[in-house]
């Protein structure tokens, strides 16, 4: 039985109807030179990944961007390199995060948009909010510091003396708002 009572009757025609959902098809080619030398440099930035092992995921990594973030693709290869689900699934994430930074932003300097405002999403930018380090609190108190303020696109956001754009950062669940020419 139904917690909240009777079942609702459902019409016919709402049934036959395709159960999909909308999707939005990702653009390959928003993937530019400067998205891939960000991927890879993101993925040997990362310790559990040695320059080769980084080389070798390369490819998928590339792959789950251009799919559009499909951050499986990447996290199946790492769990076959022996990570956990949780440590593939969070660097996969990163490595889309950065990823989409650096596309959001060629795309806003190729639209002539030269500011945009930083915007906290309202949760806390740390990888693992129950168990955050000190570091990321202060990035998070950083970024909350910063929400609402107006940057330059091409140059980032200065924060603690390193200029920073929105999901650029481990854990960063920022984004930006374009602030655009003719509505000043």
């Known amino acids: ?10 019409s016919p025609a709402l049934l036959e109807m395709p159960q999909r959902i909308p999707t939005v098809k990702f653009d390959p080619g928003r993937v530019t ?7 890879l440099s993101t993925l040997k930035s990362i310790p ?3 320059g080769e092992l980084a080389v ?8 789950s961007v251009r799919s559009g973030r499909d951050l499986k693709v990447l996290r199946d290869s790492l769990t076959d390199i022996g990570l956990s689900q949780k440590e593939a699934s969070e660097i996969a994430l990163f490595v889309n ?14 639209g002539n948009i030269k500011n945009a405002i930083w915007m906290h999403s309202g949760a806390p930018c740390v990888l693992r909010p129950k168990h955050s380090t000190r570091s990321e609190s ?4 950083d970024h909350i510091s910063v929400d609402g303020k107006q940057y330059d696109v091409a140059k980032g956001m200065l924060i603690r003396g ?6 650029e950062e481990l854990g960063c669940k920022c984004f930006s708002r ?5 509505f000043k």
């Open 56 to 63: 070798r995921l390369y490819g998928a990594a590339i792959e």
């Open 138 to 141: 202060n990035r998070n108190a």
């Open 162 to 167: 390193k200029c920073v754009w929105p999901g």
């Open 178 to 182: 374009p602030v655009l020419p003719a």
């Open 48 to 50: 559990e990944l040695s």
């Open 97 to 110: 995060n950065r990823a989409s930074s650096v596309i959001q932003r060629e795309e806003q300097i190729s």
């Open 33 to 39: 030179p400067a998205v891939e030398a960000c991927i």
């Open 1 to 10: 039985m139904w917690p909240f009572g009777k079942r609702a009757k459902v």
